[in-house]
């Protein structure tokens, strides 16, 4: 990558997060931009302190298993993953409405279980798929 590129790439980076940083300051719905700023800080300490020495642990037992060059479990685990961390906090709060029973009315932990199922299956498929397909001719 030339440096004039990564120059664009920086300032494009730099204009985006400033207009960010511009909306939430402006923004008449957000009372408290310290909070935002504390739930940002608390979002990167959870990121850097859990969940990366956790997909690092992840690699690492796969490595050791020899399963390091299996493209589809490692396109599964990613799915999986991102799948955790948006339905996540919906499973760990289901049950607690605060007195508004619309607030989480739906099954998340049986929803986020068959989404997780459904691409194991889905990955699975592929994996077959890729070792039936004939081998590709020089």
């Given amino acids: 990558m030339t440096a004039w590129l990564r120059g664009?790439?920086?300032?494009?980076?730099?204009a985006v997060t400033g207009f960010g940083l511009s909306g939430l300051l402006?923004?008449?719905f957000i009372s408290e931009p310290a909070g935002?700023?504390?739930?940002?800080v608390g979002a990167l300490v959870l990121h850097d302190g859990l969940w990366l020495p956790l997909v690092c642990l992840a690699g690492s037992l796969l490595a050791a298993a020899g399963l390091?060059?299996?493209?589809?479990?490692?396109?599964?685990?990613?799915?999986?993953?991102?799948?955790?961390?948006?339905?996540l906090p919906a499973?760990?709060?289901a049950g607690h409405d605060s007195g508004n029973p619309s607030l989480l009315p739906l099954p998340y932990l049986r929803n986020w279980l068959l989404l997780l199922a459904g691409t194991a299956v889905l990955a699975a498929l592929v994996a077959l798929a890729r070792r039936w397909r004939p081998a590709a001719r020089d």
């Fill in 68 to 87: 390091a060059r299996a493209p589809v479990l490692r396109g599964w685990l990613v799915v999986a993953a991102a799948l955790t961390a948006v339905g």
């Fill in 8 to 14: 664009a790439a920086l300032a494009a980076g730099l």
């Fill in 36 to 40: 935002v700023l504390r739930w940002a």
């Fill in 91 to 93: 499973v760990a709060r």
């Fill in 26 to 28: 402006d923004d008449s």
